[in-house]
C-alpha cells in the first residue's frame, strides 16, 4: 500500500504512534532513477519509508521537488493518502505485458534501488481512483522486504524511525 503524503516526518510519527505500526525504513533521498511519467523521462526526487502491518507492505511517499509524476499529480488534485496497491510479480517484464493486454496503461515507471528494482503505476478506471501498481520481486529488493517484515514483527516500540546509511543500495543503520 503506498501512501502519499506532503510531509513524511509526521506520517511516519502518526503510523508509529496511532497506529502501532513500525518501524520504518527511510530513505530521505530513494534510490529513485529511470523515471518516466507519461512516457517521458522525469527526474523525480522523493524520500520514502517503508514498514509492514503483517505481512501488508507500507510505504509511504513524499515528492522533494516538482518533476512530474503521478505522486505530484495526485497532490495536485488535492489528495494524500492511499495512492496505490501494490502487487508484487516474479517475472515484470510478462505481467506489465499482461496488463496492459486487459486495458491497464502504464502512467509510470521507475528503477528503485538496484538495476532490477522495476516498479510501475498502472492507470486504471476504477471509481475509487487508487491505482494499481507493479514490483518486482528481485534479490535485493526481496532481501529489503524481507528484512523490513522481520523487522516489524518483532518491534518493541524501540527505534521507530531507521535511516538508510547509503540510499543507493539501501543499506541500513540499525
Keep these: 500500500m503506498g501512501y502519499v503524503v506532503q510531509d513524511i516526518e509526521a506520517a511516519m510519527q502518526h503510523w508509529t504512534r496511532a ?3 513500525g518501524p ?3 530513505a530521505e ?3 529513485i ?16 519509508a517503508l514498514s509492514y502491518s503483517g505481512n501488508m507492505q507500507i510505504a509511504l511517499i513524499q515528492q522533494r521537488n516538482e518533476a512530474p509524476s503521478s505522486f505530484l499529480d495526485f497532490l495536485n488534485a488535492g489528495r494524500i493518502g492511499l495512492h496505490h496497491v501494490g502487487f508484487f510479480s516474479s517475472n515484470f517484464d ?3 505485458h499482461r496488463a496492459r493486454e486487459v486495458g491497464l496503461s502504464v ?3 521507475s528503477v528503485i534501488g538496484k538495476p532490477d528494482g522495476k516498479f510501475a ?8 481512483r487508487t491505482r494499481p501498481a507493479l514490483i518486482a520481486t528481485s534479490d535485493s529488493n526481496l532481501d529489503l522486504f524481507r528484512m523490513v517484515e522481520k523487522e516489524a514483527q518483532r518491534w518493541d516500540g524501540s527505534g521507530p524511525i531507521r ?12
Design 19 to 21: 497506529l502501532r505500526v
Design 163 to 174: 535511516r538508510f546509511e547509503n540510499s543507493k543500495s539501501w543499506k541500513t543503520i540499525t
Design 121 to 128: 503505476i498502472l492507470s486504471s478506471e476504477d471509481p475509487v
Design 33 to 48: 532513477h529511470e523515471n518516466r511519467y507519461c512516457g517521458t523521462a522525469s527526474d523525480v526526487r522523493a524520500s520514502i
Design 107 to 109: 502512467l509510470q515507471t
Design 94 to 96: 510478462r505481467d506489465l
Design 24 to 26: 520504518f525504513y527511510y
Design 29 to 31: 533521498g530513494a534510490p
